[in-house]
Protein backbone atom coordinates (compact mmCIF):
# COMPACT_ATOMS: atom_id res chain seq x y z
CA UNK A 1 0.00 0.00 0.00
CA UNK A 2 1.45 3.38 -1.34
CA UNK A 3 1.01 6.18 1.47
CA UNK A 4 0.08 9.24 -0.26
CA UNK A 5 2.58 12.66 0.13
CA UNK A 6 1.96 15.17 2.63
CA UNK A 7 1.30 18.13 0.68
CA UNK A 8 4.01 21.20 1.15
CA UNK A 9 3.69 22.49 4.72
CA UNK A 10 2.50 25.91 5.26
CA UNK A 11 4.60 25.79 8.40
CA UNK A 12 6.53 23.69 10.37
CA UNK A 13 7.01 24.27 13.73
CA UNK A 14 9.78 23.02 16.58
CA UNK A 15 9.01 22.35 19.44
CA UNK A 16 10.21 21.02 22.78
CA UNK A 17 8.24 18.45 25.04
CA UNK A 18 8.20 19.81 28.67
CA UNK A 19 8.29 18.12 31.84
CA UNK A 20 5.16 19.25 32.85
CA UNK A 21 3.25 18.16 29.38
CA UNK A 22 3.63 14.36 30.75
CA UNK A 23 0.77 12.85 33.04
CA UNK A 24 0.33 9.77 35.28
CA UNK A 25 1.48 7.53 32.46
CA UNK A 26 4.71 9.62 31.85
CA UNK A 27 3.96 10.29 28.49
CA UNK A 28 2.70 13.69 27.06
CA UNK A 29 -0.84 14.08 27.89
CA UNK A 30 -3.79 13.99 24.89
CA UNK A 31 -5.01 17.35 25.63
CA UNK A 32 -1.51 18.71 24.86
CA UNK A 33 -1.39 17.71 21.69
CA UNK A 34 -4.10 20.35 20.65
CA UNK A 35 -1.62 22.65 22.39
CA UNK A 36 0.56 21.76 20.86
CA UNK A 37 -1.29 22.04 17.33
CA UNK A 38 -2.62 25.70 18.51
CA UNK A 39 0.70 27.02 18.92
CA UNK A 40 1.71 26.02 15.32
CA UNK A 41 -1.60 27.67 14.19
CA UNK A 42 -0.96 30.82 15.27
CA UNK A 43 2.76 30.75 14.45
CA UNK A 44 1.77 30.49 11.02
CA UNK A 45 -1.51 33.09 11.19
CA UNK A 46 1.55 35.78 12.42
CA UNK A 47 2.96 35.70 9.65
CA UNK A 48 -0.28 36.81 7.74
CA UNK A 49 -0.98 40.20 6.86
CA UNK A 50 -3.52 40.98 9.80
CA UNK A 51 -3.04 37.68 11.44
CA UNK A 52 -5.63 36.27 9.05
CA UNK A 53 -8.48 38.55 10.32
CA UNK A 54 -9.46 42.14 10.59
CA UNK A 55 -11.92 44.34 13.02
CA UNK A 56 -14.83 42.66 11.02
CA UNK A 57 -14.31 38.43 10.59
CA UNK A 58 -12.11 36.26 12.60
CA UNK A 59 -11.27 32.68 12.80
CA UNK A 60 -13.05 30.23 14.64
CA UNK A 61 -11.93 26.11 15.40
CA UNK A 62 -15.11 24.28 13.91
CA UNK A 63 -13.73 20.98 14.14
CA UNK A 64 -10.81 19.29 15.35
CA UNK A 65 -10.00 15.28 14.58
CA UNK A 66 -6.33 13.90 16.11
CA UNK A 67 -5.21 10.25 15.33
CA UNK A 68 -3.15 9.36 18.05
CA UNK A 69 -0.60 7.27 16.52
CA UNK A 70 2.18 6.84 19.39
CA UNK A 71 2.79 7.93 22.65
CA UNK A 72 5.46 11.40 23.20
CA UNK A 73 7.75 10.38 25.64
CA UNK A 74 9.82 13.21 27.48
CA UNK A 75 12.99 14.47 26.73
CA UNK A 76 11.90 15.17 22.88
CA UNK A 77 12.22 17.34 20.30
CA UNK A 78 9.36 17.38 17.60
CA UNK A 79 7.98 19.13 14.62
CA UNK A 80 4.41 20.33 14.08
CA UNK A 81 3.86 20.63 10.21
CA UNK A 82 0.39 22.31 9.00
CA UNK A 83 -0.46 22.04 5.49
CA UNK A 84 -3.70 22.74 4.02
CA UNK A 85 -5.97 20.25 2.63
CA UNK A 86 -9.19 22.21 1.67
CA UNK A 87 -9.54 25.81 1.01
CA UNK A 88 -13.14 26.50 1.12
CA UNK A 89 -14.88 30.04 0.51
CA UNK A 90 -15.51 30.56 4.51
CA UNK A 91 -13.27 27.65 5.84
CA UNK A 92 -10.16 26.03 5.65
CA UNK A 93 -9.09 22.67 6.59
CA UNK A 94 -5.62 22.41 7.61
CA UNK A 95 -3.73 19.10 7.99
CA UNK A 96 -1.44 18.52 10.66
CA UNK A 97 1.38 15.70 12.04
CA UNK A 98 3.64 15.75 14.69
CA UNK A 99 6.77 14.17 14.27
CA UNK A 100 10.21 13.63 15.58
CA UNK A 101 12.28 16.09 14.85
CA UNK A 102 15.38 14.38 13.78
CA UNK A 103 13.34 11.34 12.27
CA UNK A 104 10.04 12.59 10.60
CA UNK A 105 8.86 8.74 10.17
CA UNK A 106 8.21 8.84 14.32
CA UNK A 107 4.92 10.19 13.07
CA UNK A 108 2.99 10.72 16.67
CA UNK A 109 -0.06 12.23 15.54
CA UNK A 110 -1.86 13.27 11.97
CA UNK A 111 -5.65 14.88 11.23
CA UNK A 112 -6.58 18.32 10.86
CA UNK A 113 -8.62 21.12 12.59
CA UNK A 114 -11.39 23.25 10.42
CA UNK A 115 -11.14 26.95 10.82
CA UNK A 116 -14.51 28.85 9.85
CA UNK A 117 -14.20 32.82 9.32
CA UNK A 118 -17.04 34.79 11.04
CA UNK A 119 -18.57 38.09 11.27
CA UNK A 120 -17.30 39.10 14.71
CA UNK A 121 -20.73 40.81 15.40
CA UNK A 122 -23.04 38.02 14.20
CA UNK A 123 -21.15 34.57 14.48
CA UNK A 124 -21.98 34.27 10.62
CA UNK A 125 -19.54 32.78 8.26
CA UNK A 126 -17.58 35.31 6.55
CA UNK A 127 -15.32 35.00 3.05
CA UNK A 128 -12.17 33.72 3.61
CA UNK A 129 -9.87 36.77 4.24
CA UNK A 130 -8.01 37.17 0.01
CA UNK A 131 -4.25 36.63 2.58
CA UNK A 132 -5.29 33.65 3.96
CA UNK A 133 -6.25 32.41 0.72
CA UNK A 134 -3.16 33.84 -1.18
CA UNK A 135 -0.90 32.24 1.43
CA UNK A 136 -2.82 28.52 0.61
CA UNK A 137 -1.89 28.77 -2.70
CA UNK A 138 -5.75 29.90 -3.74
CA UNK A 139 -5.47 33.22 -4.34
Not at 42 to 57: A, I, Q, S
Not at 85 to 108: C, F, K, M, P, Q
Not at 121 to 138: F, H, I, K, M, W
Amino acid sequence: MTVPATPPALIRVPLSVRWRDLDAFNHVNNSKFLSYLEEARLRWMVTLPGHGMDEHVAPVVAAAHLNYRRPIEWPNELDIELFVERLGNTSLSIGHRIVGATDTSAVYCDGNVVLVWIHRETGQPAALPEPVRAACGGA
